[in-house]
């Protein structure tokens, strides 16, 4: 796309193909195993698939849970794969780099509003 067309390139980080009904083949998602409609799909970083349930309600899915390649890759352990000091250790880091960029101004401040209840009184 030429630069200053008006439009934004999006990164699609999936390239699935999705008929008009997909079955959802992430096997922790609550509607494994069943064949959903899907009627419309947004590309980009979040790349998600939106489907219509029974109940006429509707859902986006993250597009890769329709992927046979990627769910095929997940199997039930009966021992864990990751230890748990590394997921604490990853979620130390995970909090400094929050950190840092709030404190670079990358990020929000402790002063913006946000969606969780505040603490004070």
Not at 22 to 41: A, N, V
Not at 68 to 77: E, I
């Amino acid at each position: 796309m030429e630069p200053g067309s008006g439009s934004q390139q999006t990164d699609t980080l999936h390239n699935a193909r999705i008929g008009l009904f997909s079955k959802i083949l992430y096997p922790y998602h609550p509607l494994f195993g069943k064949d959903c409609e899907s009627f419309g799909s947004a590309g980009g970083k979040r790349d998600m698939v939106y489907v219509r349930l029974a109940d006429r309600s509707t859902r986006g899915v993250p597009a890769w849970m329709f992927d046979p390649v990627v769910c095929s890759g997940v199997k039930v352990a009966d021992e864990p794969l990751i230890e748990c000091a590394a997921l604490i250790e990853l979620s130390v880091m995970l909090a400094q780099h929050a950190e840092n960029a709030r404190t670079e101004g990358h990020g929000p401040t402790r002063n913006e509003p946000c969606n969780e209840a505040s603490s004070e009184t």
